[in-house]
């Protein structure tokens, strides 16, 4: 079956521009993660949707970014007026989160370069 | 919240020797602690997990130990060849809790041939 799907694969943007990432998670998974990753760097945590509950916003790094998950399913994660400090790769994942099967299953990542 | 230590950053190993990853946690509620290794350009990919009821398991040449305790847990892989040569993140969540999955900084694994 289809995993993990973000868009798009890269994106180049001005500083000062707002851009939004796509994730479609696969189908069924209750849980949505957002990741974001800097070159040679490890996976830091941004936000977390689970089912419905509120959305676990701990971690975005500044009032720039959002996100929204619609229906349960697809999630788009905006950052607006871009630093070059967001550059780096963005990555989804998704999860059952069903007691017997816990796997997050993650996507190839949106490439996003601020210049 | 949940806090996620490892050790070491990077790691240097001769092909054929065993490596060892060692994992801290913070949040005594946790329950489920996965391993993901990422190759170079690629996704993080989940390789074992562990959850709180058991102290081992082995999946033929890798092995994950917890210690609920001293509340730490190890990626153990033995006889490691050139394609172990990754980043390996480990990670721990409260699944019951739907807490969100705290990773820790990674360590960067290389086998020397």
């Known amino acids: 079956g289809a995993g993990v799907s973000q868009s798009p694969s890269n994106k180049v943007t001005e500083k000062g521009k707002d851009v939004e990432l796509r994730c479609d998670p696969i189908?069924?998974?209750?849980?949505l993660y957002w990741y974001r990753q800097s070159l040679g760097q490890g996976l830091e945590f941004l936000i977390y949707?689970?089912?419905?509950?509120?959305?676990?916003k701990s971690g975005l790094p500044s009032d720039r970014f959002s996100a929204e998950r619609t229906g349960g399913s697809v999630s788009t994660l905006t950052i607006q007026r871009t630093q070059q400090e967001d550059s780096a790769v963005y990555l989804c994942?998704?999860?059952?989160?069903?007691?017997?099967?816990?796997?997050?299953?993650f996507g190839q990542g949106t490439r996003l370069t601020v210049v | 919240g949940e806090n996620v230590e490892q050790h070491p950053s990077t790691l240097s190993v001769q092909e054929g020797d065993s490596a060892v990853i060692k994992c801290t946690y913070s949040?005594?509620?946790?329950?489920?602690f996965p391993w993901y290794k990422q190759e170079l350009g690629k996704r993080p990919q989940l390789i074992i997990d562990?959850?709180?009821?058991?102290g081992e398991k082995k999946d033929q040449r890798i092995a994950v130990t917890l210690n609920k305790t001293a509340k730490h847990f190890s990626l153990h892989i033995t006889e490691t060849q050139p394609e172990d040569s990754a980043v390996y993140f480990c990670?721990?969540?409260?699944?019951?809790?739907?807490?969100?999955?705290?990773f820790g900084q990674g360590t960067r694994l290389t086998i020397n041939p």
């Open positions: 994942a998704s999860s059952p989160r069903s007691p017997g099967n816990t796997e997050a299953f």
């Open positions: 189908s069924g998974h209750t849980a």
């Open positions: 949707f689970q089912g419905n509950s509120a959305p676990d």
């Open positions: 949040d005594s509620a946790s329950n489920y």
């Open positions: 562990i959850r709180s009821n058991v």
């Open positions: 990670a721990a969540t409260w699944v019951q809790g739907a807490q969100k999955l705290v």
